[in-house]
């Protein structure tokens, strides 16, 4: 009897010791835990996100909290437009807000001069924020600021965050002075679930994640494998002990939304387009990916021109084959281009999956294939390209300037397909 008494009363001591270990081991692993992909690849975008500053006022003394995050996701000229949380640049007590780029002046206050006179100095030369718009049921804002230097513009993933998307957070944390942390993780993206802002807003619809968070880490950036941008975080939870139990992200969907949003509003910039390699980072994407899209599924026969040479599909059904969609494109690559009297010659890749039917139904394959090719776009430079980038126009009225472009032509490489015919029946 006493024995098991001894034993229970041990298992009761070691019960909160093993959930306190848990707990910080928890926190330990999420600060350490790193991607060999993400070291390598992140430098190229790192620099998007910077730190927030707020000066605020109290009485004659005026102070400076650095510890908020912004991510840059366009740029025209000197002007940068970022995203970040809501909560971060709508505080009643703030009379400004700056941005901390990466590359900007170190701090080092001299020894002879008082730290309220550096503050001011420091952060006065530094580009003021100005909120563009903001969306307080995703807690989200664009902010944008005037800097001379030249950072880097960080791409919104175009599909949605999936369960177990392996994400890294960059977020200039609660350290005033110090470059951005970056820490790894995994996104819950299972289902969504509501979190509580804490300032009176309604809930926001969030993914959980497993990347480190602490505070300065809202508004910071989550980029996934591609360097695209996969939400931006919002907060965080802690457990019984304070310790770190889970970020939250805004997921990218929403990040489109208002993106659009603003653009609709008449909040997006004229594109003014400096050089050649802009144009192709801005229309590539935006617009060339659809027109190219619209291309393949219109050009069936250059599609079973690349099923003939497979030789494990019937020849009779591939040329039955009279309808196509791209199912699946997951980037859209620029792989050159030239210009020769105006004209733009554009070389482009793009992987897609494609669904080829029959016009009965009767032949259904879903085709995986990578798609090359070059089209012209003669005076590029001279086109008003905000009638088509201006706003975020839907699919069939973008697709009207399909016009611009000419000659372009779509060659398929690598083709696989799948006979989809047997899982059809009426």
């Given at each position: 009897?006493?024995?098991?008494?001894c034993?229970?009363?041990l298992c009761?001591?070691?019960?909160?010791?093993?959930?306190?270990?848990?707990?910080?081991?928890w926190?330990?692993?999420?600060?350490?835990?790193?991607?060999?992909?993400?070291?390598?690849?992140?430098?190229a975008?790192?620099?998007?996100?910077?730190?927030?500053a707020?000066e605020t006022?109290?009485?004659?003394?005026?102070?400076?909290?650095?510890?908020?995050?912004?991510?840059?996701?366009?740029?025209?000229?000197d002007?940068?437009?970022?995203?970040?949380?809501?909560?971060?640049?709508?505080?009643?007590?703030?009379?400004?807000?700056?941005?901390v780029?990466a590359?900007?002046?170190?701090?080092?206050?001299?020894?002879?001069?008082?730290?309220s006179?550096?503050?001011a100095q420091?952060?006065g030369?530094?580009?003021?924020?100005?909120?563009?718009?903001a969306?307080?049921?995703?807690?989200?804002?664009?902010v944008?600021?005037?800097?001379?230097?030249?950072?880097?513009a960080?791409?919104?993933?175009?599909?949605?965050?999936?369960?177990s998307?392996?994400?890294?957070?960059?977020?200039?944390?609660?350290?005033?002075?110090?470059p951005?942390?970056v820490?790894?993780?995994?996104?819950?993206?299972k289902?969504?679930?509501?979190?509580?802002?804490?300032?009176?807003?309604?809930?926001?619809?969030?993914?959980?994640?497993?990347a480190?968070?602490?505070?300065?880490?809202?508004?910071?950036?989550?980029?996934?494998?591609?360097?695209?941008?996969?939400?931006?975080?919002?907060?965080?939870v802690?457990?019984?002990?304070g310790?770190?139990r889970s970020?939250?992200?805004?997921?990218?969907?929403?990040?489109r939304?208002?993106?659009?949003?603003?653009?609709?509003?008449?909040g997006?910039?004229?594109?003014?387009?400096?050089s050649?390699e802009?144009?192709?980072?801005?229309?590539?994407?935006?617009?060339?990916?659809?027109?190219?899209?619209a291309?393949?599924?219109?050009?069936?026969?250059g599609?079973?021109?690349?099923?003939?040479?497979?030789?494990?599909?019937?020849?009779?059904?591939?040329?039955?084959l009279?309808?196509?969609?791209?199912?699946?494109?997951?980037?859209?690559?620029?792989?050159?281009?030239?210009?020769?009297a105006?004209?733009?010659?554009?070389s482009?890749?793009?992987?897609?999956?494609?669904m080829?039917?029959?016009?009965?139904?009767?032949?259904?394959l879903?085709?995986?294939?990578?798609?090359?090719?070059?089209?012209?776009?003669?005076n590029?430079?001279?086109?008003?390209?905000?009638?088509?980038?201006?706003a975020?126009?839907?699919l069939?009225?973008?697709l009207?300037y399909?016009?611009?472009?000419?000659?372009?032509r779509?060659?398929?490489?690598?083709?696989?397909?799948?006979?989809?015919?047997?899982?059809?029946?009426?």
């Amino acid at each position: 009897m006493k024995q098991k008494l001894c034993i229970i009363c041990l298992c009761l001591l070691l019960l909160p010791v093993t959930v306190i270990l848990c707990a910080f081991g928890w926190e330990l692993r999420c600060k350490t835990r790193t991607y060999k992909d993400f070291e390598r690849q992140l430098p190229a975008v790192q620099d998007a996100v910077f730190r927030i500053a707020a000066e605020t006022e109290n009485g004659s003394v005026h102070g400076y909290t650095a510890g908020a995050s912004g991510a840059v996701f366009e740029r025209h000229g000197d002007c940068y437009y970022a995203l970040t949380a809501l909560h971060v640049v709508d505080r009643a007590d703030a009379l400004h807000y700056y941005a901390v780029p990466a590359d900007a002046p170190v701090y080092e206050k001299p020894e002879d001069m008082s730290f309220s006179a550096y503050d001011a100095q420091y952060y006065g030369a530094l580009p003021v924020l100005r909120v563009e718009f903001a969306d307080p049921q995703t807690d989200l804002a664009i902010v944008s600021f005037r800097y001379a230097g030249d950072l880097p513009a960080a791409g919104i993933k175009r599909d949605d965050v999936l369960n177990s998307t392996a994400i890294a957070v960059v977020s200039c944390d609660g350290t005033p002075h110090t470059p951005p942390a970056v820490t790894c993780g995994t996104v819950n993206g299972k289902r969504y679930w509501e979190f509580h802002v804490d300032d009176g807003r309604q809930d926001v619809r969030v993914f959980s994640h497993s990347a480190y968070v602490t505070y300065g880490s809202s508004g910071a950036a989550a980029f996934d494998s591609e360097m695209q941008l996969a939400g931006i975080n919002i907060g965080g939870v802690t457990g019984l002990f304070g310790t770190f139990r889970s970020g939250v992200i805004v997921p990218a969907w929403s990040l489109r939304d208002i993106v659009r949003d603003w653009k609709n509003a008449g909040g997006a910039p004229d594109m003014a387009i400096t050089s050649n390699e802009e144009l192709m980072e801005t229309v590539g994407e935006n617009f060339l990916w659809d027109v190219v899209s619209a291309y393949v599924e219109a050009d069936t026969e250059g599609i079973r021109a690349s099923l003939r040479p497979i030789g494990y599909l019937a020849p009779a059904d591939i040329e039955k084959l009279s309808e196509a969609e791209v199912h699946q494109s997951d980037e859209f690559i620029i792989a050159g281009y030239e210009e020769n009297a105006g004209t733009l010659t554009v070389s482009f890749e793009m992987p897609a999956i494609i669904m080829a039917q029959s016009a009965d139904n009767a032949v259904s394959l879903r085709i995986t294939t990578y798609c090359t090719g070059t089209a012209e776009i003669p005076n590029a430079a001279a086109f008003d390209w905000n009638k088509v980038l201006g706003a975020d126009l839907p699919l069939q009225e973008k697709l009207s300037y399909s016009h611009l472009v000419k000659n372009l032509r779509v060659c398929y490489e690598d083709t696989e397909a799948d006979d989809l015919t047997a899982l059809h029946w009426d």
